[in-house]
């Protein structure tokens, strides 16, 4: 069974760089089927897609977040992560990391991490 | 940006009940609609991808139906393990997106 375990600080200060990484057991990132997810979550609110990334580097970003974010794959730790810069309290939520995957045809979040609260506060 | 709208953003309801939930896209998506379910703690659930075709393991009691704009997420009768946040998602164009979520609670 495929598992994903987000880790990372939880408290951030503002204006510095939120990076979180997700550890993949179960499975193998270094596959050709599927891409690896970042979701968030802000107090209250619904989810906001963050990126996708392959293992191969290619990456699929939010415009409303690009020019913050980085998104890595570190397949001999089978892990991918996340990295947003000059962080604000509008970034403070639940960041899910997930698998992207294809069924037939549809493009689906079919495994998910439980999720990490970072809070964005001096 | 495809905007989700979901109704009602909350609903009370017994166990046995019929829960209906509704997803209105902005344009038209076709049928690249999924829907998950949220609990507190713990990883969210894929139930229904491409409007309509149930998740390997979710019970049939669950059912999505609707295309173009406007879809519909059901349980027929409501369990105890349904209380819960859902979402429905747009797979149509990047940047993926996501409704604000159904909250049903215990009547």
């Not at chain 1, 495929?2 to 979180?20: A, D, M, R």
């Not at chain 1, 990295?83 to 639940?94: M, N, P, Y």
């Not at chain 2, 990883?43 to 406007?70: E, F």
């Amino acid at each position: 069974q495929l598992q994903l375990q987000e880790s990372g600080p939880g408290l951030v200060k503002p204006s510095e760089t939120l990076s979180l990484t997700c550890t993949v057991s179960g499975g193998s990132v270094a596959s050709h089927s599927y891409y690896w997810a970042w979701i968030r979550q802000p107090p209250e609110k619904g989810l906001e897609w963050i990126g996708d990334i392959f293992y191969g580097g290619r990456t699929y970003y939010n415009p409303s977040l690009e020019s913050r974010l980085t998104m890595s794959v570190d397949t001999s730790k089978n892990q991918f992560s996340l990295r947003l810069t000059s962080v604000t309290a509008a970034d403070t939520g639940v960041y899910y990391c997930a698998r992207r995957a294809y069924n037939s045809g549809r493009l689906l979040f079919d495994y998910w991490g439980q999720g990490t609260l970072v809070t964005v506060s001096s | 940006d495809i905007q989700m709208t979901q109704s009602p953003s909350s609903l009370s309801a017994s166990v046995g009940d019929r829960v209906t939930v509704t997803c209105r896209a902005s344009q038209s998506i076709s049928t690249f609609l999924n829907w998950y379910q949220e609990k507190p703690g713990k990883a969210p659930k894929l139930l229904i991808y491409g409007a309509s075709s149930l998740q390997s393991g979710v019970p049939s009691r669950i059912s999505g139906s609707g295309s173009g704009t406007d879809f519909t997420l059901t349980i027929s009768s409501l369990q105890p393990d349904d209380f819960a946040t859902y979402y429905c998602q747009q797979s149509y164009s990047t940047p993926w997106t996501f409704g604000q979520g159904t909250k049903v609670d215990i009547k």
